[in-house]
């Protein structure tokens, strides 16, 4: 692998007589890595455990996983180990994660997302990306993990000034220089300059910058990258340590992880070297806001931007299909119906007047004058009631097919909506019309690879 010579430079620095080694681990095979949803991945597993996540392991070589319908499921996310070191961060730094507000800033395409909303099951998750175009794959993302407790926005950094002290906790997974995905994704290696590392440095302080106010007293900041740059990260965290009222939250490590703990302006960060821990590279460290645990927050005065309706559930119907139906609570928007966590459709009500919603709780379905039109969503909700839409369990060919859209004939279909099930996940619609089957897999989500080249 040619690396440019600065950044060679800047690693020796670094690692001083290691450098050898991380070059020689650049050269090998990137760790193949899954983050199981725990609601949903139906079998027993065997493969290595990734050891600072319940969740997370390495598999023996990389399948295409395009042609395993429990990805399409939601029944796990492909997510790089490394990353996943999140967790220690949230669990460590937040023992007490009942009914908390969080905000991943940076989200898509959704890695982080899905592992925030599986952590704080019973919280409230903003999971934002300022690019539009990748707003879509996020909420794809999230309506796969089916957890309900999420809210996608479509925001740049500075529009969260307005939801000042809104945040239990803020990750901020920040756009950077890649230096730590050299050995995945080779073209950031071209893409490498001193400049883009300073350019980023400083887009990075202007995010950190933008988000600090919406941060509750008491409350933690993640932050982190996957590059190895002193300017990108310990002289960032340094520089909120010093420009706010921030205090830094060290992290307990088991030494086998091998994650490097660093130290800069008494500011304590923690490193994934690829020589070193079973992962890329990457950084994070923890800091939290001063000034105690006391909720400043305070709704402001609707300023009815939303067309929002809450709604009852007049017929009982909603209560069928939703398993703990007091756990939520019904909105319509014109026909469509959805359901918000009801602990916090405060929250979700207010997020819909100050910011740009993509996708909220669970969208259930439109509503017309003939029936409920389910939506896809629905089927990937997991507290979506399982006795209520009739199931048709399906072998992995038939899954297949149905989540390439193709024509697809039922012997065991009843009259109307039927949920497709693969290995017990559901993964969408097909309706049956007298003698026909309309599948209704969404267009944008099918699998267009060949049927011959999935199996
Ligand atoms: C490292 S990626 C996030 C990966 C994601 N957290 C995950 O785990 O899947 C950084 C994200 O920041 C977004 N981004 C780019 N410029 C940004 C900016 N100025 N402010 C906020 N986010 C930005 C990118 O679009 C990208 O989705």
Not at 102 to 131: M, Q, R, Y
Request: glycine residues 8%.
């Amino acid at each position: 692998m040619k690396l440019p010579p600065p950044f060679k430079l800047r690693m020796t620095e670094f690692l001083g007589p290691e450098l050898d080694q991380f070059i020689e681990a650049l050269s090998s095979e990137s760790p193949v890595s899954i983050r199981i949803n725990q609601y949903k991945y139906p079998f027993d597993i065997a493969f290595k455990s990734i050891p600072w996540t319940q969740t997370g392991y390495y598999l023996p070589a990389r399948p295409l996983f395009t042609a395993d319908p429990l990805l399409h499921g939601g029944g796990y996310y492909v997510q790089e180990a490394s990353s996943m070191f999140l967790e220690q961060a949230i669990l460590q730094a937040l023992p007490e994660r009942e009914g908390l507000n969080v905000l991943d800033l940076c989200a898509a395409p959704g890695g982080k997302s899905t592992h925030l909303a599986s952590l704080f099951s019973n919280g409230l998750l903003v999971s934002n990306e300022v690019i539009k175009s990748r707003v879509t794959i996020l909420a794809e993302n999230i309506q796969k993990w089916g957890t309900g407790n999420v809210v996608v926005t479509n925001n740049d950094p500075k529009d969260f000034k307005e939801v000042k002290s809104f945040f239990d906790c803020i990750v901020v997974d920040a756009p950077c220089s890649g230096e730590g995905m050299f050995r995945k994704n080779q073209n950031a290696i071209g893409e490498w300059s001193e400049e883009n590392v300073q350019l980023c440095a400083q887009r990075q302080k202007r995010i950190l910058a933008d988000i600090w106010p919406a941060l509750k007293p008491g409350g933690i900041l993640v932050y982190s990258t996957c590059t190895y740059s002193l300017e990108e990260n310990e002289h960032n965290l340094a520089w909120v340590c010093d420009q706010y009222d921030a205090e830094n939250v060290k992290l307990n490590l088991n030494p086998d992880w091998c994650v490097k703990e660093t130290e800069y302006s008494k500011c304590i960060g923690y490193r994934f070297y690829p020589h070193k821990a079973e992962g890329e590279g990457f950084f994070l460290a923890v800091v939290r806001k001063k000034g105690g645990t006391q909720n400043e927050f305070k709704f402001p005065k609707k300023r009815g931007k939303t067309t929002l309706i809450p709604m009852d559930d007049k017929s009982g119907m909603f209560n069928e299909i939703l398993n703990n139906f007091d756990q939520w609570k019904l909105y319509a928007k014109g026909e469509e119906v959805m359901a918000f966590p009801a602990l916090k459709t405060r929250e979700i009500e207010y997020l819909f007047d100050a910011l740009d919603v993509n996708y909220a709780g669970v969208s259930i379905g439109q509503v017309t004058k003939k029936e409920l039109r389910p939506d896809h969503a629905l089927a990937l909700f997991i507290g979506l009631n399982d006795k209520y839409f009739p199931e048709i369990s399906v072998t992995k060919e038939d899954a297949l097919k149905f989540l390439r859209k193709d024509d697809l004939v039922f012997s065991n279909a009843q009259d109307g909506w039927n949920r497709i099930l693969y290995n017990g996940l559901g993964l969408g619609w097909v309706k049956k019309v007298g003698h026909r089957f309309n599948n209704y897999y969404p267009k944008e989500w099918r699998i267009r690879l060949a049927m011959d080249k999935l199996q």
